[in-house]
């Protein structure tokens, strides 16, 4: 079947340092990848969506420049919380799908900020 | 994409059939109803989608209204691993990828 896996799965960064975090697709071909913030109040907010041969598209409220996304093979992504303070915690959710399925969703990253 | 409504909770007790409510009034034509669930700790677990008909697989039964401005996810016999906060999706179909969640609707399960 379809799996996700996300890691690490909590980690504590200190306020303005910045921590990368990664998502593993595993039995079929990740064509799309969402990244998802869940914040403690479990609002979702949808950071960016990469799709294969065309540009990873932000939402608003989020950018590159803050949460760089790479996607670069069918199995693989990885975001990174660059500068990262209180407001930036949360559960970092990856949704990955092949062009006719559905998400599958990893169990998070859960980010504390210090 | 539309917006949905739905309770923000509801109770069952263990072997129950559950109907949770989702209320989608503008949705547009080429766009498919999803549920989703997560429980705590996890991510969100896909239970199943439909556009008109009614949809069933091992997880649960998706009703459709006739005019498609409301659904209803309907869990038979419910156990405690039922327990989840579920959520109505509205998506649409073919180039536009993206899963907007609202809240969903905390399943609490007693025994």
């Known amino acids: 079947g379809a799996l996700v896996y996300q890691y690490p799965r909590r980690t504590i960064c200190k306020s303005g340092t910045s921590m990368r975090m990664e998502c593993q697709a595993v039995?079929?071909?990740?064509?799309?990848v969402a990244w998802y913030r869940q914040s403690p109040q479990k609002t979702f907010e949808l950071i960016a969506l990469?799709?294969?041969?065309?540009?990873?598209?932000?939402e608003q409220n989020f950018t590159q420049e803050k949460f760089p996304i790479s996607h670069p093979n069918l199995s693989f992504s990885s975001m990174t919380v660059l500068n990262a303070y209180l407001e930036d915690r949360g559960l970092y959710l990856c949704?990955?799908?092949?062009?006719?399925?559905?998400?599958?969703f990893g169990s998070g990253t859960r980010l504390l900020v210090i | 994409d539309a917006k949905t409504t739905q309770p923000d909770s509801m109770e069952s007790t263990e072997g129950e059939t559950v109907h949770l409510p989702c209320s989608h009034a503008?949705?547009?034509?080429?766009?498919?109803i999803y549920w989703y669930r997560q429980v705590p700790l996890q991510g969100p677990e896909y239970v199943t989608h439909?556009?008109?008909q009614n949809t069933t697989n091992s997880m649960a039964f998706l009703a459709i209204a006739s005019d498609r401005k409301s659904s209803t996810l309907i869990l038979p016999h419910v156990s405690l691993r039922d327990a989840a906060v579920y959520h109505c999706?509205?998506?649409?179909?073919?180039?536009?990828?993206?899963?907007?969640f609202g809240q969903g609707t905390v399943l609490s399960v007693i025994p």
């Open positions: 949704g990955a799908k092949t062009e006719n399925s559905d998400y599958t």
């Open positions: 039995g079929f071909q990740a064509t799309s």
């Open positions: 990469s799709t294969v041969n065309s540009a990873i598209k932000y």
């Open positions: 503008t949705i547009s034509g080429n766009e498919y």
């Open positions: 439909g556009l008109q």
């Open positions: 999706i509205l998506r649409v179909a073919g180039g536009n990828n993206k899963l907007t």
